[in-house]
């Protein structure tokens, strides 16, 4: 997968406990990307990051947050998990936000029950 | 807003059919067309793009011409093989924007069979 890897790539956790998601890149990209894929909506941008500790909201943000403290490491946090963010979360990558083209992990599936 | 919109799936073909994914979009000016795919198990992967009308994007046997007249940019191919079984995403970034702002469809499952 190009240098990025998703961990865990399996989760089952209860409602109302912490969750955070990892992303690693080794291609020292600036652009980091969180999605979430479901059934009939593609995929949906939740984060994104322009830069070590820059980051910004995408569309569909309510109950996410992010950390970038170094350029190959991309945390999404759900500070409560709730049922409806059972998802499969995708992490890309980008080289100059110009490319528009991304590279995407493997994927991370989470069950919220 | 911007948006695309697919042929809902699944599509299901013999191998060596001709396959046509269709693919609309709602923008403003000159956005860039994308099409990703998805193998099992596995992330998305850029398939072709075109950043201006009448450009094609092709690989892998797949072709997509981007028609700014129908607003369209339909994926083909002339003879689909067993490993081309996967999901199919039409994408779009706005003119003058970057990745943050890629728009996907919902996606098309295709299905070959031998």
């Known amino acids: 997968d190009a240098g990025i890897t998703q961990s865990p790539r399996h989760k089952v956790t209860e409602t109302g406990t912490p969750v955070t998601l990892r992303c690693h890149q080794t291609e020292n990209h600036r652009y980091m990307y969180w999605y979430r894929q479901d059934p009939g909506h593609g995929l949906r941008l939740i984060h994104y990051?322009?830069?070590?500790?820059?980051?910004d909201k995408g569309e569909v943000s309510d109950g996410y947050s992010v950390s970038r403290s170094k350029t190959e490491d991309f945390l999404l946090t759900l500070e409560s998990a709730t049922s409806s963010q059972t998802s499969v979360y995708f992490c890309a990558i980008s080289g100059t936000s110009g490319a528009n083209v991304l590279t995407f992990g493997a994927g991370s599936r989470l069950t919220v029950l | 807003g911007d948006s695309v919109t697919q042929m809902e799936g699944p599509v299901t073909l013999s191998e060596e059919a001709f396959l046509t994914i269709n693919c609309t979009y709602t923008?403003?000016?000159?956005?860039?067309l994308f099409w990703y795919v998805q193998y099992p198990g596995e992330g998305l992967q850029l398939l072709l793009k075109?950043?201006?009308?009448?450009d094609k994007g092709s690989n892998k046997g797949f072709e997509a011409t981007y028609r700014k007249e129908t607003t369209s940019f339909h994926l083909e191919k002339g003879s689909v093989q067993v490993s081309d079984s996967a999901v199919y995403f039409c994408?779009?970034?706005?003119?003058?924007?970057?990745?943050?702002?890629?728009?996907f469809g919902t996606g098309t499952r295709l299905t070959v069979i031998p």
């Open positions: 994408a779009l970034t706005p003119s003058g924007t970057g990745a943050n702002n890629l728009f």
């Open positions: 990051s322009y830069g070590v500790k820059d980051t």
């Open positions: 923008a403003t000016g000159y956005p860039s």
């Open positions: 075109a950043t201006k009308a009448d």
